[in-house]
């Protein structure tokens, strides 16, 4: 009987059927929704993806149960991305955890600490399972179980060329598009002269989720300019209390998904 180290699709149906399962915990239109009152929308995307990626893991083993040598050869070198992915993909998710930790599910009959060891758990069972695959796919491509499945050399740096250019492209694809991500803002970079009761704007191009903004005066960049900030999901706006001060650098950073763009006015001296 195989070990699990040279047959991946054992691990594959684990972490399938986990990635199912917890999918579910985070889904928020089911009722036995894991943080309650907490319904961010990015939340709902995640446990999507995860069902969704689960789904495919699944279909994977059963592909990898049937197929022949070279079939298995694709699929152990699909999986080795995959569980990158994967990895990622619990990075943010383990960082809220460590970070809200019981306020995340106060609303937990028996405790908030034992909710969120229980969120940890399950990120943790997600890693420990993907480490697993990767290892299994790394085993099986080197000819351990089945010679037939080995990875030579030459396919193997194949593999390594093609996958870094893929790299190559999205990084510089990712790089194009955040030089452009702003639609306009009011006041214009470098701008001078603007009237300290300026209503600051921000518009983007496309829709995001979650944005932020910072507004900081150039010489003391550790306190904040006073005032209230409003978003959609096309830009913000920052209306200073009582307005900016006058003769003043002013320095703003704003955040929308992974981008961000900085920008600087001076304000009038009256």
């Not at 070990?3 to 089911?30: E, H, K, M, N």
């Not at 059963?62 to 197929?67: A, I, P, S």
């Not at 701008?191 to 209503?199: A, I, L, S």
């Not at 999901?233 to 992974?258: L, N, S």
């Amino acid at each position: 009987m195989s070990s699990w180290r040279t047959d991946p699709q054992r691990i594959w149906r684990w972490l399938g059927w986990s990635c199912i399962v917890i999918g579910v915990f985070y889904f928020p239109a089911f009722p036995w929704y894991l943080l309650g009152e907490v319904k961010e929308e990015e939340i709902g995307h995640w446990a999507l993806c995860s069902m969704v990626g689960g789904t495919v893991i699944l279909l994977g083993a059963r592909l990898y149960r049937k197929g022949g040598g070279q079939t298995k050869r694709l699929l152990l070198l699909v999986s080795l991305v995959g569980m990158a992915v994967l990895l990622l993909g619990q990075v943010p998710a383990l960082y809220s955890w460590m970070i809200y930790q019981g306020n995340l599910i106060r609303h937990w009959p028996v405790s908030p600490s034992v909710g969120f060891f229980l969120g940890v758990a399950l990120h943790g069972w997600l890693v420990l399972l993907a480490l697993a695959a990767l290892t299994a796919a790394c085993l099986s491509l080197a000819g351990r179980g089945h010679s037939e499945i080995r990875l030579s050399r030459r396919e193997g740096l194949r593999f390594l060329l093609g996958l870094g250019s893929l790299l190559a492209l999205w990084w510089g694809w990712d790089a194009y598009q955040a030089r452009g991500w702003i639609a306009n803002t009011y006041p214009a970079d470098g701008m001078e002269h603007v009237p300290v009761r300026t209503v600051v704007t921000v518009a983007w191009k496309g829709s995001y989720e979650t944005m932020g903004m910072r507004v900081r005066y150039e010489d003391s960049p550790e306190a904040a300019v006073p005032g209230a900030s409003g978003a959609t999901q096309y830009g913000m706006t920052f209306e200073p209390e009582g307005g900016f001060q006058p003769g003043r650098r002013v320095r703003i950073e704003v955040e929308a998904g992974r981008r961000t763009h900085v920008f600087r006015f001076t304000t009038d001296t009256k």
